[in-house]
């Protein structure tokens, strides 16, 4: 098999758009509202020079697309990659419109880019080309907590993160919301517990509802739980490191293979995944990992036998030229675009459910909301009713005591007073979302008899964006 796949000259904005058309087709959206919806509000490139650490100057090229501002501030993140392009952050920023819709984060759609690779640069330069960059951004409207609130991304975590909100703070030093003008921050410097975690958690969560579900498995002969069925992961950066940790500690999943960069390794009986991401760290791939048989040329992985394929790096991975290669029954896009339009119809006709990017994926900005709303609310969750919760419980214990004259197990005494810190709140919060959400694309598919999930999700979210514009005007 090919290692590169031709595109047939269809970019992923483009791909995302016929994706968007064949959702609206089942609702009944004007057409001026439904171009209106589609279409990217702004799109900004900036040009700017920073200062190497060999003192010579570079000139980076960035981006960042507003797709909807039906609802501020927009929300998306900031990605650092080679490949970064204009049509790329418009059709990530759309995704971003459709995922907040999804999941009723009340934000409108935003994405950010800068060409470049950061592994090439020493953290002194990526803090100088960063800070450079949000400069940039913030001087043209495109950061601040009520309007734009970028996040992480590709390339980026909080430490890019903590400078973006420094550099903010530098440049309006009266906005006592500064913290809100972006999420993914440590959590010392204003970040949320559970922020890292969100979006392969959120993947985890997706899946767990899938297998509360026995007719939509029926749908691809499951069976069982998810315990012990196989795995293939492309990707072990932060949202697939997470996802394939959880899967496999919490859920019993055997994770089968492990696509990366320089290639994929697969192990039948299960691969431990807190080593592969130790090995990846110290040898900078995959690449003779013990007790795994090693590919050169990892795409092909994507083809192996396996029940769940979780495409979790770049999008334009599975195309009309592999899908017909495709063995697993479930695709659960954890990546952004990773599988195109034309792929998608051949999935649909070989029977693989595909959940889709926008809601599988969308815990990352489920949490990014819980910290703006932290932000911007100046309190910390759980610091006026912790202690409140604590007092009923311990009282609800003491009253069964009282009432059945048994004393309650030190176990039991623990689970019902455990009280709720913040990173428990942020997981509950976001597992809610998650199912909250799949049960609304379930109920979409079977209200207008769609046969995949893509389209399902898509309705819903076009039926809240469509509503809210004609409510506002356009
Ligand atoms: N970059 C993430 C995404 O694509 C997070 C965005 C955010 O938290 O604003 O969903």
Known sequence: MAQTVPRMNVTFLQNVERMVDRAVAYLDIPLGMQQEIKACNSTIKVQFPAQLDNGQWRIFTGYRATHSDHRLPVKGGIRYAPSVTHDEVEALASLMTYKCALVNVPFGGSKGGLQINPRDYSAEELERITRRFARELINKGYIS????????????????????????????????????????????????????????????????????????????????????????????????????????????????????????????????????????????GVKDFPNAEYYANGTDALEFDCDILIPAALESQITHTNAPNIKARLIVEAANGPVTFSAASILREKGILVLPDFFVNAGGVTVSYFEWIKNISHIRFGRMQRRLDEYRSEATVLAIEELTGKKVSDKLRKDIIHSSDELSMVRSGLDDTMREAYIEIKKAKQKYKIDDWRTAALVVSLEKIAFTHSRMGM
Not at 195 to 201: F, K, L, P, S
Request: hydrophobic residues 35%.
């Open 145 to 284: 907590p009520g309007e734009n609130v970028p996040a992480p991304d590709m390339g980026t975590g909080e430490r890019e993160m903590a400078w973006i909100a420094d550099t903010y703070r530098q440049l309006h030093p009266n906005d006592i919301n500064y913290l809100g003008a972006v999420t993914g921050k440590p959590v010392e410097t204003g970040g949320i517990r559970g922020r890292t975690e969100a979006t392969g958690r959120g993947v985890e969560y997706v899946i767990q509802e899938f297998f509360r579900h026995p007719d939509d498995m029926d749908d691809i002969d499951f069976t069982g739980s998810i315990a012990g069925k196989r795995i293939i992961i492309q990707g072990l950066g932060n949202v697939g490191y997470h996802a394939a940790k959880f899967l496999h500690e919490e859920d019993d999943a055997r994770i089968t293979c492990i696509i990366e960069r320089d290639g994929a390794i697969l192990n039948e009986n299960g691969l431990p995944v807190e080593e592969v991401r130790q090995w990846i760290n110290e040898n900078g």
